[in-house]
């Protein structure tokens, strides 16, 4: 039996006499320069798309644009974000194109108020601005005014009608207590049903979790806790099911969801009505997801994503600035993943959701 690769498939006794070969040359060379090879260039033709990269629209508060929500860190920003920052990332992590979005603003952009609609307005305003400014470099995900649902479907239509946006991005819960499933949303999911959507869903630490004097901050913990809650909410009241043109990505590499998806499928609800929504049973509906890699390229979360995901469902992301790229990247080295399915990931998949970046 030939031993099994990360990605998906089979080393044979070549590829592991050449993978042995190269890491008997690379212990012989620094570390910088070891990493300077390899994760710098991207293995797909045309360079990375990067599905999770953030803009911080200038007086909108939150983490004002420094690396890790302020700190810094190894490529991190000690001072404030700049579009001019993002590109000489990209450049140098041979990223040919971001897909921006807004986050980090949760108290900004979904304060339920007509404050709150018009920063997002504003927010979006911006990151099409860029757009138009570099359209070979930059797609948009614009924002919408959760809980706001009538700033929401008034967002929709501005998005997509007037800023030609390529999709929309929303939080794993709306601030308040509502998570992305609730009913109350379902005016949202029909729209972007109807419009064969992309939606992008980001964590954000809902309000019961983030004073848990658990001696920890909430960002360590909660932001991938909130995916899985996210995502089940949605598995849960049917979204996945009842809205099947909308595509959503989940960063990450799924948070927690992809290590307890067994957990969540016996634990599923087992009345008729939920059942309904599970025709070909829990698991499939949960590999509807698409997922990024950003700041979890660690071989744990891989390991488990790679097991879950659809090998077409997996995409390249960094969450820069909040992130270094390099929290990402300087792990894929290590991860004994095929040439091919590293293409897939870094850019082929991305084509497939976005192909008006195709090459």
Same mark, same amino acid.
């Given at each position: 039996?030939?031993?099994?690769?990360?990605g998906?498939?089979?080393?044979?006794?070549? /590829?592991?006499?050449?993978?042995?070969?190269?890491?008997?040359?690379?212990?012989?060379?620094?570390?910088?320069?070891?990493f300077?090879?390899?994760v710098?260039?991207?293995?797909?033709?045309?360079?990375r798309i $990067? +599905?999770?990269?953030?803009?911080v629209?200038?007086?909108?508060?939150?983490?004002?644009?420094?690396?890790?929500?302020?700190?810094?860190?190894?490529?991190?920003?000690?001072?404030?974000?700049?579009?001019?920052?993002? !590109?000489?990332?990209?450049?140098?992590f041979d990223i040919?194109?971001s897909?921006?979005? #807004?986050?980090?603003?949760? /108290?900004? @952009?979904?304060?339920?108020t007509a404050?709150g609609r018009?920063?997002?307005?504003?927010?979006? /305003?911006?990151?099409a601005k860029?757009?138009?400014?570099?359209?070979?470099?930059?797609?948009?995900f614009?924002?919408?005014?959760?809980?706001?649902?009538?700033?929401? #479907?008034?967002?929709?239509?501005?998005?997509?009608?007037?800023?030609?946006?390529?999709g929309i991005?929303?939080?794993?819960?709306?601030?308040? &207590?509502?998570?992305?499933?609730?009913?109350?949303?379902?005016? #949202?999911w029909?729209?972007?049903?109807?419009?064969?959507a992309?939606?992008?869903?980001?964590?954000?630490?809902?309000p019961?979790? &983030?004073? !848990?004097?658990?001696?920890?901050?909430?960002? #360590?913990?909660?932001?991938?806790?909130?995916?899985?809650?996210?995502?089940?909410?949605? *598995?849960?009241?049917?979204? @996945?099911?009842?809205?099947?043109?909308?595509?959503?990505?989940?960063p990450?590499?799924?948070?927690?969801?992809?290590?307890?998806?067994?957990?969540i499928?016996?634990?599923?609800?087992? /009345?008729?009505?939920?059942?309904?929504?599970?025709?070909?049973?829990?698991?499939? %509906?949960?590999q509807?997801?698409?997922?990024?890699?950003?700041?979890?390229?660690?071989?744990?979360?891989?390991?488990?994503?790679?097991k879950?995901? *659809?090998p $077409?469902?997996?995409?390249?992301?960094?969450?820069?600035?909040?992130?270094?790229?390099?929290?990402?990247?300087?792990?894929?080295p290590?991860?004994?993943?095929?040439?091919?399915?590293?293409?897939?990931? %870094?850019?082929?998949?991305?084509?497939? +959701?976005?192909?008006r970046?195709?090459?």
């Amino acid at each position: 039996m030939k031993p099994h690769n990360a990605g998906g498939g089979e080393f044979s006794r070549r /590829d592991i006499l050449k993978t042995l070969g190269v890491a008997g040359a690379a212990a012989a060379l620094p570390s910088s320069e070891l990493f300077g090879q390899f994760v710098n260039k991207s293995t797909a033709k045309g360079g990375r798309i $990067d +599905l999770h990269h953030h803009h911080v629209p200038p007086g909108l508060g939150g983490f004002g644009g420094a690396g890790r929500g302020g700190g810094r860190g190894p490529g991190g920003l000690s001072g404030p974000w700049t579009p001019e920052i993002t !590109l000489q990332q990209m450049d140098k992590f041979d990223i040919a194109v971001s897909i921006l979005s #807004m986050t980090q603003m949760g /108290d900004v @952009l979904y304060d339920n108020t007509a404050k709150g609609r018009a920063a997002v307005r504003a927010g979006n /305003d911006y990151g099409a601005k860029l757009m138009s400014e570099h359209p070979k470099r930059f797609g948009l995900f614009t924002g919408v005014p959760l809980p706001d649902i009538d700033g929401v #479907m008034k967002e929709i239509e501005y998005g997509f009608d007037t800023l030609k946006a390529d999709g929309i991005g929303i939080y794993t819960n709306d601030n308040q &207590t509502h998570w992305p499933g609730d009913p109350y949303f379902d005016p #949202m999911w029909q729209e972007l049903n109807r419009r064969n959507a992309i939606v992008y869903m980001h964590p954000l630490a809902p309000p019961c979790c &983030t004073n !848990l004097n658990d001696s920890v901050s909430f960002a #360590m913990n909660e932001f991938d806790f909130d995916i899985t809650r996210g995502c089940t909410s949605i *598995l849960a009241n049917g979204v @996945l099911h009842k809205y099947p043109n909308v595509k959503i990505i989940i960063p990450h590499s799924g948070g927690t969801m992809p290590m307890i998806a067994g957990r969540i499928k016996d634990r599923y609800p087992k /009345d008729p009505k939920h059942a309904e929504y599970i025709p070909n049973g829990v698991i499939a %509906e949960l590999q509807k997801f698409c997922l990024d890699i950003a700041h979890a390229s660690y071989p744990y979360p891989m390991a488990a994503m790679m097991k879950f995901a *659809l090998p $077409d469902h997996i995409l390249f992301g960094t969450d820069f600035p909040f992130e270094p790229i390099e929290s990402t990247v300087n792990e894929l080295p290590g991860l004994g993943i095929s040439a091919n399915v590293m293409r897939a990931i %870094e850019r082929e998949n991305a084509e497939k +959701l976005l192909p008006r970046f195709k090459v």
